[in-house]
């Protein structure tokens, strides 16, 4: 990878990294679309990260498909994938790590103890491997896309974090690669998540201030849905993710949901008034 | 900073870091000199960094001399100074840290709580910041280099690390900023230290095995100078920095001590049987 990198900058061209976990989707395209638009030479990493997986069967079954996932990449023009096995990821002993407080205590920090210390050592060690100039992250994982920005910032990485806006499907499904593994019926139900964080931005664009009021309402209509059962639902500060009572400033409403074995996350952004 | 070393980039040259605290002696002289011989463009930084220091009072007496120091980078060929404030190195609060477990939990992990939590944070941003090929540190520190090189490794940082032996004055003392805090009759008293390490390291040559034995040798000749108040002095495995027992493989023999109210450390080297 350094060598490619290197003849690239020889060349005088820009990189852009985009990294995943595979089972690539149009989430991921739309990443690769903008990269491909904003710099010269596209790299995508494929990498399911162990570290970040706080549940071992959550890691064994992610889905992957590497040949698949590359024919995708080469369909929308990515330069070079980087594909590493754990064990070239992880060689020998691993003893450091980088940890980003405040931002990664709540929400999926909270559910899912040590993930963004795996997120956030994995992302520095690709950084540092692609030395890219901009790299794309979704708004979907938009606890751990504000995590990797404070890092940059505090660690001083020569990087340009872009933001890519969630994609979602005709019915408002986010895209992920998790849900390729929800039963039909699953399925049929899950657009119930989103349509609960609307629901929550649209008592907050009416007027309500009060983060419990709004919260409720978004609860209320999710708790119709039998099959879903949820492990988080909050209203939070856009910038530190720790929830917040009043809603005066810009916030996110952020939830993890399962169905089945299958958990899903979403969030909303919404400006504050 | 970076459209100094974008410039040297353009001409091709590669870019060497020499990382400072400042109060620059024969010790730093002798990094810069290896910097110079080994790259086209030499960067030093001086920045007393506070997150590496447990003590306030460690932090405010630590020699400060901005003008001797430039004087000092100047005689010796460094291109580009970077002596950045802890306001412009800390901007709004800091909320990543960058951990290396294990090598870092003796020794002076033990005695000096969060030290190379920031010395491994600060030494990150620097190399992010200045992109250097090459980066240099002396032997004096031997924790603090293995530190540094696990976090290099783990962390995939496109820089190769130098190592430089401990430069000593006449009399065995090694260089260091704060030698200058000593009272005259403290430095006469300080080569003791040295001398103490290096009975251990005659003892190993002679065949002893036992690290308790070896200790003990070097404790006895250290506990004849009373003004010396010794903080830890320990044979410890030279890749792990955890002690040994026996003497099997490669060894440092390392010990911080105190003279009056200033803290000085001392490590050598010892090749196993």
Redesign the interface.
């Known amino acids: 990878m350094?060598l490619f990198i290197a003849a690239a900058r020889e060349s005088g061209l820009t990189i852009g990294l985009v990294p995943t976990m595979g089972a690539l989707h149009e989430g991921h395209g739309a990443l690769m679309r903008c990269a491909r638009e904003e710099t010269d030479y596209v790299v995508a990493t494929i990498f399911v990260n162990p570290t970040q997986f706080d549940r071992p069967e959550d890691f064994q079954k992610y889905p992957r498909n590497i040949e698949t996932d590359l024919a995708f990449c080469d369909r929308l023009g990515v330069d070079a994938v980087l594909a590493p096995s754990a064990k070239e990821m992880y060689p020998?002993?691993?003893?450091?790590?980088?940890?980003?407080?405040?931002?990664s205590s709540r929400l999926e920090g909270e559910f899912r103890p040590g993930h963004f210390r795996g997120v956030?050592?994995v992302v520095?060690?690709l950084f540092?491997?692609v030395?890219a100039d901009r790299a794309y992250f979704g708004e979907k994982d938009a606890q751990q896309l504000a995590v990797i920005q404070?890092?940059v910032?505090?660690?001083?990485?020569?990087v340009t974090i872009v933001t890519v806006p969630t994609v979602r499907e005709a019915d408002g499904l986010a895209m992920s690669s998790r849900n390729q593994r929800l039963t039909p019926e699953d399925r049929r139900n899950a657009p119930a998540l989103y349509q609960a964080l609307c629901e929550a931005e649209r008592l907050i664009r009416n007027g309500s201030r009060s983060a419990p009021e709004v919260r409720q309402g978004a609860l209320t209509l999710l708790l119709r849905n039998p099959v879903i059962r949820i492990e988080y639902l909050e209203v939070v500060d856009s910038a530190t993710f720790q929830p917040v009572e009043m809603v005066t400033g810009d916030v996110r409403i952020a939830a993890a949901v399962w169905l089945g074995d299958v958990r899903l996350i979403d969030n909303v952004f919404v400006r504050g008034a």
């Open positions: 350094r020998g002993e691993v003893l450091t790590s980088v940890e980003v407080a405040g931002i956030a050592t520095a060690k540092n491997i030395t404070k890092m910032a505090d660690l001083n990485l020569p």
